[in-house]
Each structure stands twice: as structure tokens, then as C-alpha cells.
């Protein structure tokens, strides 16, 4: 369920903040994010695609918005993609994971806590403007993107993915079903033990508001529309993940079911593994040939003019 739509910007923020502060310490371990040549394969491949096949040796001097626990933009560095990366998140929390992960990879990082509507840096400051999974948190996209074009170089690109569509938003509410449905069955076949919340759980910050954090899924023809409105131009959408995204949330639907630490390690690796092998299928058969409005997650690029 998103935010309501009389929810006010200010209030959308504030929830935003809230949640991801209180999920940044298990926000990897729920999301399965790997550091290694996995998850660098992954971002590079998205990478790829949203730049419609023109990957470049580097982004140079890349801006990450909503950087998280810095699943993206910490991949992208160890791939060798990018020069010098600042981090900017509305979450102190997801910064301050992402630091730790960056010390433990030797990754040189700035972090700085600002909402994408109003970015503190100059004009001209970077070459690349990049997220992942953020747009659809902003209550106020034209303004962001002004921002992201006065920030870029002249030739500077906008880089997002992982932005969920509409119409694969409405498609995963079937196997998340058929996940929360097959959880006493599947708990049985692998031994997991069935989660049982407390009511002090229940009312936690991640818990409650998590249905709110979401303002936007997208149309890819109304998320073309936004970035020419801020002066940007080869404006490029694309999408990804069909196959996967059905295998993938009824998977982790029947996970959510069950103690975490009840869950057998095998069964983790043969759910992460066949979510990739998925998304090859994906990326080799049905990505090449459908459009984008078949798919989960959308990607998007556009270029400023020189």
C-alpha cells in the first residue's frame, strides 16, 4: 500500500527517514545484497541496460541519490566504474551502514544526509547522477530533477534503476500471495519455524511504516515525460525482471513467513541462485523482445545538453 495520496511531502519524508533508519541494519541480509562479483555483475548489467548498451569505462565524478546501504553505487566502484563517489541519502542510518561497508571494502566515499529536492553542492559538480530504487520515494520529482541537471556537467547523465512499473507493481501482488499462502506447506518441507510477531513488533518503525513509503509506480510513458522537463534530452526507458520478479517475491513471501535464522542455508543458496538464473532468462529471452511496460523494474537515462 503507498503513502495516501493527501499525505503531504513533509510527512512522506519524515516516514521515509523513520523506516529506513530502523531497517539499515538488516536491510542487506533481507534484500540478499552481495558486495561480490554477483552483485557487480548485477549493477553492471543494469548499468548497461539503462544506458542502452553504451556502458562507458567510467562515470567519473557520480552523485548516488537515495544511495542506501550503497548497493549500487559501492558495486559499481568495485567494478571499476566509477572515479570519486558521493553518497547522499534522507537517512542517516542507511549512510552510516554504507560507510562501514565501504571501510571494509576500501572504498573511498563522502556521505552527506539531504532529501533529493534540495542537493548542497554546486552547479557543474559531476559527471554522472545516479540511484537505485529512489524515485519512487520523491513526493517531488520535476523539482529533483532540476536538481540533478543543475548538479551534472554539461554532457553530465542521469542513471536510474530498479524503479517499480505500474503495471508489474500490480502483477507481483499474485505471487506474494501464493507465497504468504504456500508458507505452512513450505515451512513443513524445509524445516523453518513459523514467525510468530509480537505486538511490540507489530508496532515498530519498519513495521509500520513500511506501507507508506512508496509514492509512485511508474507508467514508462510518464517517466519518460519527467526528465525533458528539466532541459535533459536522449531520455532513454527501458525495463527489466518479469520471470524473476514472479520467482522472486513468492520466494521471499514464503521467507517472510518463517524466524530468519530458522531458514536452511541451502535453501537460501537455491533461492538466490534460481532469483539469478531468472534473471538471465530475463535479460537474454524477454528483455531483448517485450516492452517495457511488461516489466517490474523500469530504467531510465537522459543526458544534459553540452
Given at each position: 500500500m503507498p503513502a495516501s495520496p493527501s499525505a503531504t511531502p513533509e510527512h512522506i519524508k519524515d516516514v521515509n527517514t523513520r523506516y529506513h533508519d530502523a531497517a539499515a541494519h538488516s536491510y542487506d541480509a533481507k534484500w540478499g545484497i552481495d558486495f561480490g562479483p554477483i552483485g557487480q555483475d548485477q549493477v553492471e548489467g543494469k548499468l548497461r541496460k539503462a544506458l542502452d548498451g553504451d556502458l562507458p569505462d567510467t562515470l567519473g565524478r557520480v552523485l548516488e541519490i537515495g544511495a542506501g546501504t550503497g548497493y549500487f553505487s559501492l558495486n559499481l566502484a568495485l567494478a571499476g566504474r566509477i572515479d570519486s563517489l558521493t553518497a547522499t541519502d534522507i537517512s542517516p542510518g542507511m549512510l552510516e551502514s554504507l560507510s562501514k561497508t565501504a571501510a571494509n571494502l576500501g572504498i573511498e566515499v563522502e556521505t552527506v544526509v539531504t532529501e533529493a529536492e534540495v542537493l548542497p553542492f554546486d552547479d557543474d559538480s559531476f559527471d554522472t547522477v545516479i540511484g537505485h530504487a529512489v524515485l519512487h520515494h520523491i513526493p517531488?520529482?520535476?523539482?529533483?530533477?532540476?536538481?540533478?541537471?543543475?548538479?551534472?556537467?554539461?554532457?553530465?547523465?542521469?542513471?536510474?534503476?530498479?524503479?517499480?512499473?505500474?503495471?508489474?507493481?500490480?502483477?507481483?501482488?499474485?505471487?506474494?500471495?501464493?507465497?504468504?499462502?504456500?508458507?505452512?506447506?513450505?515451512?513443513?518441507?524445509?524445516?523453518?519455524?513459523?514467525?510468530?510477531?509480537?505486538?511490540?513488533?507489530?508496532?515498530?518503525?519498519?513495521?509500520?511504516?513500511?506501507?507508506?513509503?512508496?509514492?509512485?509506480?511508474?507508467?514508462?510513458?510518464?517517466?519518460?515525460?519527467?526528465?525533458?522537463?528539466?532541459?535533459?534530452?536522449?531520455?532513454?526507458?527501458?525495463?527489466?525482471?518479469?520471470?524473476?520478479?514472479?520467482?522472486?517475491?513468492s520466494m521471499r513471501s514464503m521467507e517472510s513467513t518463517a524466524v530468519p535464522d530458522s531458514i536452511p542455508i541451502g535453501w537460501r543458496n537455491f533461492a538466490f541462485r534460481s532469483y539469478i538464473a531468472f534473471q538471465k532468462v530475463d535479460t537474454a529471452l524477454l528483455e531483448p523482445r517485450l516492452p517495457a511496460e511488461f516489466f517490474y523494474n523500469l530504467l531510465l537515462s537522459a543526458r544534459k545538453p553540452y
Open positions: 517531488d520529482l520535476d523539482r529533483a530533477f532540476s536538481e540533478f541537471f543543475r548538479v551534472l556537467v554539461p554532457g553530465g547523465r542521469i542513471v536510474f534503476c530498479g524503479e517499480p512499473s505500474r503495471y508489474g507493481d500490480r502483477v507481483a501482488a499474485a505471487p506474494k500471495r501464493i507465497g504468504t499462502l504456500a508458507g505452512p506447506v513450505w515451512r513443513r518441507l524445509v524445516g523453518a519455524s513459523v514467525l510468530e510477531h509480537t505486538e511490540e513488533e507489530l508496532c515498530d518503525e519498519e513495521h509500520s511504516l513500511e506501507p507508506e513509503v512508496d509514492v509512485h509506480a511508474f507508467a514508462p510513458a510518464d517517466l519518460r515525460k519527467i526528465p525533458p522537463g528539466a532541459g535533459f534530452e536522449e531520455v532513454h526507458v527501458s525495463g527489466e525482471e518479469a520471470v524473476a520478479n514472479l520467482w522472486g517475491w
